[in-house]
């Protein structure tokens, strides 16, 4: 009641509607995260009391300089906070100092307005879970989610209000280091990795004291960066934009997204914080988004360098007419957006509608009722790592992995294997498990994965530890004690790949093989003649030819996290069978990228009897490992496609149907992924596109009908004129275990006239 007491003291003096208005306001629950017509007039009373200074404060986002300083904010935020002239804080943490910023904008500023706290919980908060790519592997949506509802509870626990995730870039190229914050190359999987995040950090309900504002980014085509570059330049069609980039953004925004951040890359030749097609047009415009849009750190600021702006207050000025709503630590907007409004370049129409949608965020989480709702010291203490969260994240971690190969049944290793070595810079190392923008992590408690063996194993089996070389450097020096322990022991297991750092944020890789000296070490021990498993850490994914030909089983675990260590430990020992599935391309060599399943198809395909063919000399088209493979440690059968009828009516619908049997030992996952073709099109089309997968559960021996429905609306394109439509013709439908492995049948989308016509 307090609270509501001081916010009506501040309406001393303005009409007595205003007062009743934000009375009201303060005692209704907020359930769904967008604005009743009741709120949106007590945002507008709201506005009415605003100076203009005050209002561009509320689109002003400054970092608490947390990762630097420790809990210390800069003087000048502390008295823009307290005139009113900041709106959001970033890289604040803990309850203890949000509580104190909170109170300055409550207690200090004219209208009491409360901020905002975003940080980047990427992959869970304190308790780390797989990196997102990772995460996608799992290809279980439920999971995902539910990943995310537990980086909402600890974070919010901790004060903050706002995550600057998901990141639902599709990537095509793995040279971008961010690739490993995305789930990969398919904007449909994109696209439902990306609800069901939106839906794990937002919960259905802001009002919620454990949820959490996702913000979707980075709008858009930031995947896209020509040569796999961090923060490039952007060339794309039209059409590859509608078609592949922007289909999770507007996934997300269909789950309720309460904000959505702008991109560093300029697109066709405009940035993607001053694109007013991309961002008004487009996600306010034909979307009919009513969240906020942020800028990335300091990206209104850059488009001075990428030439389209000649200064900071043309900058403020381009992004803001674009609707970038928010300027995020450039302090464009707090030095010039007054002074473009006096110079009648901003609308104050428009900068009220940006109020208008940042109180609108802080309405739903209920922040007007009470500023402290997510300053509670004894949630902290009781909902960060917990019992039940460790566990899942050891669940997770177990989900993301991908068994690549596994000749003769080598895994998975009996737990009493009489001795084991253990070889490799990653085989005992912390801090590189919880990756890139592991949040608040802690990688000291991380479990290594020496540490998961050792666990497992029995307690006579015989262990020995090497690593070998470092993950970069170019030295041999201990190759020779890493060969001699692969010699005394009866299996090898090389924990090999990247270190955190190599992916993720300003990581580009021009070269994505191993590091350092890696394949070097895996060669020696290769050479022994000891069976060998390689676990691959890593944030994208890596040419390893040599590997995949040579080495007897290889475990795609990328940075797993928290309880990685004990999750691999339970892949290789067999607790659990990996039922993980590649959301990526593999390419065999650097010089195939971009590579990724769904090409077109060109006017001369590649033919080995035909050297005129779209072909390498030097190298297959195929890759490494195809979008959506994976193995499992049993075995399964796949019937021939059933089609409730060939002829797929105008609006009706045909099932598709497989019998999938378990033919192994050993209970198991697999997920069946269904695929189409548009055979003859207005415009050429992918020779398959994902459209639906399920994930299954079957004992050995047991067989289960995977039926998925397919409606005109699954078969829909950007055709000549850029309608999105289905058109009538022949159709291609595959139905697998991954993109290269499919059964296939063939149906035909006819219009209803020509359906009259065959009955007359």
Same mark, same amino acid.
């Given at each position: 009641m307090k609270y509501r007491i001081r916010f009506l003291i501040l309406l001393v003096g303005a009409p007595f509607i205003l007062v009743f208005l934000i009375k009201c306001a303060q005692n209704e629950k907020r359930a769904t995260i967008f604005s009743d017509t009741a709120t949106e007039r007590k945002i507008d009373s709201i506005i009415l009391l605003m100076t203009l200074s005050e209002k561009i404060g509320q689109l002003t986002l400054y970092t608490s300089d947390w990762d630097v300083t420790g809990p210390v904010l800069r003087h000048d935020y502390v008295d823009g906070i307290k005139s009113g002239r900041v709106g959001?804080?970033?890289?604040?943490?803990?309850?203890?100092?949000?509580?104190?910023?909170?109170?300055?904008?409550?207690?200090?500023?004219?209208?009491?307005?409360?901020?905002?706290?975003?940080?980047?919980?990427?992959?869970?908060?304190?308790?780390?879970?797989?990196?997102?790519?990772?995460?996608?592997?799992?290809w279980d949506l439920k999971a995902i989610e539910?990943?995310?509802?537990?980086?909402?509870?600890?974070? &919010?626990?901790?004060?903050?209000?706002?995550?600057?995730?998901? %990141?639902?870039?599709?990537?095509?190229?793995?040279?971008?280091?961010?690739?490993?914050?995305?789930?990969?190359?398919?904007?449909?999987?994109?696209?439902?990795?990306a609800t069901a995040r939106v839906n794990g950090f937002q919960n259905h309900d802001l009002a919620a004291a454990n949820t959490l504002v996702a913000c979707a980014k980075h709008f858009v085509a930031y995947g896209a960066a020509m040569a796999g570059r961090d923060y490039n330049t952007v060339d794309i069609s039209d059409?590859?934009?509608?078609?592949?980039?922007?289909?999770?953004?507007?996934?997300?925004?269909?789950?309720?997204?309460?904000?959505? %951040?702008?991109?560093?890359?300029?697109?066709?030749?405009?940035?993607?914080?001053?694109?007013?097609?991309?961002? &008004?047009?487009?996600?306010?415009?034909?979307? @009919?988004?009513?969240?906020?849009?942020?800028?990335?750190?300091?990206?209104? @600021?850059?488009?001075?360098?990428?030439?389209?702006?000649?200064?900071?207050?043309?900058?403020?000025? *381009?992004?803001?007419?674009?609707?970038?709503? %928010?300027?995020?630590?450039?302090?464009?907007?707090?030095?010039?957006?007054?002074? *473009?409004?006096?110079?009648?370049?901003?609308?104050?129409?428009?900068?009220?509608?940006?109020?208008?949608?940042?109180?609108?965020?802080?309405?739903?989480?209920?922040?007007?009722?009470?500023?402290?709702?997510?300053?509670?010291?004894?949630?902290?203490?009781?909902?960060?790592?917990?019992?039940?969260?460790?566990?899942?994240?050891?669940?997770?971690?177990?989900?993301?992995i991908v068994l690549l190969k596994n000749d003769d049944h080598l895994l998975p290793l009996s737990k009493a294997v009489p001795s084991l070595a253990v070889i490799g810079p990653l085989a005992d190392g912390r801090e590189d498990l919880i990756g890139s923008w592991s949040a608040a992590g802690d990688y000291k408690k991380c479990i290594t994965l020496l540490e998961g063996i050792k666990n497992k194993v029995s307690k006579q089996t015989n262990i020995t530890y090497n690593r070998g070389c470092g993950i970069d450097d170019d030295s041999k020096a201990y190759f020779g004690e890493a060969v001699a322990a692969a010699r005394r022991s009866d299996v090898v297991i090389m924990a090999v790949g990247e270190a955190a750092w190599m992916s993720g944020e300003a990581a580009s890789r021009a070269c994505i093989n191993l590091p350092g000296m890696q394949e070097e070490l895996v060669k020696a021990v290769v050479a022994t003649g000891k069976p060998v498993v390689v676990v691959l850490m890593n944030g994208r994914p890596l040419t390893i030819p040599w590997l995949e030909e040579n080495v007897n089983a290889i475990l795609e675990t990328w940075f797993g996290g928290t %309880?990685?260590?004990?999750?691999?430990?339970?892949? *290789?020992?067999?607790?659990?069978?990996?039922?993980?599935?590649?959301?990526?391309?593999?390419?065999?060599?650097?010089?195939?990228?971009?590579?990724?399943?769904?090409?077109?198809?060109?006017?001369?395909?590649?033919?080995?009897?035909?050297?005129?063919?779209?072909?390498? *000399?030097?190298?297959?088209? &195929?890759?490494?490992?195809?979008?959506?493979?994976?193995?499992?440690?049993?075995?399964?059968?796949?019937?021939?496609?059933?089609?409730?009828?060939?002829?797929?009516?105008?609006?009706?619908?045909?099932?598709?149907?497989?019998?999938?049997?378990?033919?192994?030992?050993?209970?198991?996952e697999e997920t069946v992924q269904l695929y189409t073709r548009d055979v003859v099109a207005s415009v050429d089309r992918p020779v398959e596109e994902l459209k639906d997968f399920r994930k299954i559960y079957l004992k050995p021996g047991e067989t289960k009908t995977v039926t998925f429905t397919l409606t005109r609306n699954n078969l829909r394109f950007f055709n000549r004129e850029m309608d999105y439509v289905a058109e009538p013709g022949e159709f291609m439908v595959f139905v697998g275990t991954n993109s290269a492995d499919t059964q296939k049948a063939k149906f035909y989308l006819v219009a209803e006239e020509k359906i009259k016509k065959r009955k007359e």
């Open positions: 959001a804080i970033f890289n604040a943490l803990g309850v203890s100092y949000i509580s104190k910023l909170q109170h300055l904008a409550v207690d200090s500023s004219r209208l009491h307005i409360p901020l905002l706290f975003g940080y980047d919980v990427i992959h869970g908060y304190k308790t780390i879970f797989p990196i997102p790519l990772g995460e996608a592997a799992s539910h990943s995310a509802r537990i980086a909402a509870v600890e974070a &919010t626990a901790e004060g903050l209000t706002w995550t600057f995730a998901p %990141m639902v870039d599709i990537a095509r190229d793995p040279r971008w280091g961010r690739i490993c914050e995305g789930a990969g190359e398919d904007p449909f999987l994109g696209s439902e990795v059409r590859t934009l509608w078609e592949v980039y922007l289909p999770p953004f507007h996934a997300a925004v269909r789950a309720g997204t309460g904000t959505v %951040m702008s991109a560093f890359n300029e697109l066709n030749g405009i940035p993607a914080s001053g694109n007013k097609y991309t961002i &008004t047009d487009i996600l306010k415009g034909k979307w @009919n988004f009513q969240g906020f849009v942020v800028s990335d750190y300091t990206s209104i @600021n850059e488009m001075v360098n990428q030439g389209i702006v000649a200064n900071d207050k043309q900058a403020a000025d *381009l992004a803001f007419n674009a609707g970038v709503d %928010m300027d995020m630590q450039g302090g464009v907007y707090d030095k010039y957006l007054a002074q *473009l409004f006096e110079e009648g370049k901003v609308d104050i129409m428009l900068i009220d509608e940006a109020v208008r949608r940042i109180l609108r965020i802080k309405f739903a989480l209920g922040l007007f009722d009470d500023p402290y709702r997510y300053c509670n010291e004894q949630r902290e203490k009781d909902s960060i790592m917990t019992p039940e969260h460790l566990a899942f994240a050891r669940e997770i971690a177990r989900k993301s %309880m990685a260590g004990e999750a691999i430990a339970d892949v *290789l020992f067999g607790e659990y069978n990996p039922s993980g599935k590649l959301p990526v391309t593999f390419p065999r060599c650097i010089g195939q990228v971009p590579l990724f399943y769904n090409h077109k198809n060109t006017g001369r395909p590649a033919s080995p009897d035909d050297k005129y063919t779209s072909k390498y *000399l030097d190298v297959p088209n &195929t890759p490494l490992y195809p979008f959506g493979y994976g193995l499992s440690y049993t075995t399964f059968k796949y019937s021939g496609i059933t089609l409730s009828d060939s002829i797929l009516k105008w609006d009706g619908q045909i099932k598709v149907s497989v019998d999938v049997t378990n033919t192994g030992g050993r209970p198991g």
